[in-house]
């Protein structure tokens, strides 16, 4: 099954399975390019947020007109800072960003309940190895792009250029089978 793509200067589609990394300077605007995504010819799409919490996503899914009736959420952070935490069927919570085996978890679950077109965002790799290790994310990332090819599905992977060395990029560049490059004027260019 193909998906399309709606991302600047990228194919038109791309093949169910693939997982792109969107490799951006820490204070590149990603919402436009992440919301792009996973607005765009989808059933349902599962937001993983290492970065902000579940109330910052649903805000920014308002904002950039994306239909949140086809939204999950799997919020990392509001269970470690002490955040009022409120559970519904789309929001989920996981102990810490580093709980690295309930976030494949709870994507695993994301893409057995639902049908149809899936779109998965990780937000981000980088606050995931803040709060654990670059090996751990990299098996978690691997892990979840085996499940994004056996279910069909697609995702889009954010890393920030500036935190890691480059010898880490470029083993996260290999392990995809896309980039996009957001460099700090905005401009996109996509390698698939």
Partial sequence: ????????????????????????????ETDRLDTDFLKTDTDAFLVVSTRTTAREVEQKLEYYDVDETKATILDTLSVERGYSRRSSEEVYYVSAPDDL????????????ENEGKRRVSVDSLTEMAYYADDDAVFDAAADILDLLDEHDAVGIFHLSEEVHEVATLDRFRELFEGVIELDGSGNVTVTV
């Fill in 1 to 28: 099954m193909d998906y399309s793509l709606a991302i600047e200067n990228g194919p038109e589609t791309i093949p169910g399975g693939t997982g792109l990394l969107l490799v951006h300077p820490s204070i590149g």
């Fill in 101 to 112: 085996d309930g976030v494949v978890d709870r994507v695993e679950r994301f893409l057995t």
